[in-house]
């Protein structure tokens, strides 16, 4: 019923910048906590940043000061700007939210298919 797409990712340089977008489509009544995972090949997922609906962001130590989250409330949209890239950042990334949909009586989590970003040094 609900669907998240992410887009953005792709091959640069390190040092350079990419902006990873996604985008929930589908029945939706509420989207709450939106964020960014991220899983390296033989790594676990781990968690790249937050936002709470209210703009209230976290992130991980990793990427504090070089990566960006932002949200599109009326657009159902959440954002990852990335600078000063670095090879340790190329991973699968993938979108997450809390929806609650047709059916749904409290937000469930929901993943996107992710995007991957190579960072080349």
């Known amino acids: 019923q609900v669907q998240l797409v992410e887009s953005g990712g792709g091959l640069v340089q390190a040092g350079g910048s990419l902006r990873l977008s996604c985008a929930a489509s589908?029945?939706?009544?509420?989207?709450?906590?939106m964020g960014w995972y991220r899983q390296a090949p033989g790594k676990q997922r781990e968690l790249v940043a937050t936002?709470?609906?209210?703009?209230?962001?976290t992130y991980a130590d990793s990427v504090k000061a070089r990566f960006t989250i932002s949200r599109d409330n009326t657009r159902n949209m959440v954002y990852l700007q990335m600078n000063s890239l670095k090879s340790e950042d190329s991973a699968d990334y993938y979108c997450n939210a809390n929806v609650r949909s047709l059916g749904d009586i409290t937000p469930q989590p929901t993943w996107g298919k992710g995007t991957l970003v190579t960072v080349s040094s």
């Open positions: 589908g029945v939706i009544f509420s989207i709450g906590d």
């Open positions: 936002m709470t609906r209210g703009g209230i962001s």
